[in-house]
């Protein structure tokens, strides 16, 4: 009899808890084709882009593919590196950090949109035997469009299995202490080496107002976080600024604006600006190109002298140590 579930093979004895993280995903190459093709599993996924299929598909098929593919390509061979795109090897040194302190877990770094895809990661669990999965989205602060899409690519493939295994989902940890020690360090290191900027911009991915206004708790998990570091780096309200960059078609975003923030700050006089991207847990195209690179030229075009990237905390120990220890509250209660 044939089965419509996939039955897995007999179990090993490696460790049957696995702590699956997943990140957005990234083209393969810096090329038009290889960047069409994961936008276009990105631009199809409804929690990203809710409009109707015959509204949306041409829009997306006959315009946006074709012209923006070219454009984001070039923007990613600026920042692609010998090993690939940004995205994917931080995330890999972050899952080999976390593997190193996490031994009880048999832990896997999976992308939700191209390689290596979350039903193959999850695959190859299944075919070790796996009995319980802590899925960690890399993403601090939960949207819809990220942390709900991360989870509904789990629940996809585990669908088609005939065993399960326990699962628990991490939402956030907009506000996890050991996460806001991480970055508070990160900052006041990048101070004790560079001097501080006049101003500190606390820069998230944006989301449209629709979607905060269906319900999504992104813009106030960014809110407090922004508000937490800030108080612990002992800013004034007049020497840090919240902001929302990499704004994506034409209806109204988050605001305000990251780089109009940064043009206007310049034209008020402002010669240096630090900026930090909390909403990224390792650096990627929105951060090394857009805030490092582009951001930086419209900062200086405006007036200003200098942006300085602050990194992400990509496999920084504190980082590390931070999301270990999430893990482990996380998998309480669960055979070692
Ligand atoms: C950190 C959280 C993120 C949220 C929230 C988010 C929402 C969101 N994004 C788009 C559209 C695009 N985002 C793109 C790149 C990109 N986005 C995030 C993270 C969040 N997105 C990351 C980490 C990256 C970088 C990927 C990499 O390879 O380095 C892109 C692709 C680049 C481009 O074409 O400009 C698009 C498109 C929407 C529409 C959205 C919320 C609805
Ligand atoms: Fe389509
Ligand atoms: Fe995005």
Redesign the pocket.
Known sequence: MTSRFRDGTPPTPASRTALLLV?????DAATPRA?RR??GQ??HDYR??DLTRWLWCPILHGVILPL?ARK?AR??ARVWTAQG???LVLSQELAQALQAQLPEFDVRLAMRYGKPAVSETLQALQARGVERVLVLPL?P?Y?A??VASAHDAVMAELAQWRRLPELRLINDYHRDEGWLDALEASVENFWDLHGRGEKLLIS?????ER?VRAGDP?QQQCETGARLLAQRLGLGEDQWQLTYQ?R??REPWLGPATDHTLAALAKAGVKTVDVVCP??AVD???TLEEIAIANADGFRQAGGETLRYIPALNAQPAHVAALAHLARRHASGWPQ
Do not use: A, M
Not at 23 to 27: A, R, V
Not at 204 to 208: K, M, R, V
């Open positions: 990140n957005l995903g990234t083209p960047v994961y936008l990105f631009l990203v882009v923006r984001v923007n990613y795109s940004p995205l993403y602060q949207s469009s990220t998230f991915h944006g989301l449209p979607f992104y990499s994506f078609g909403g990224f990627c195209l929105e």
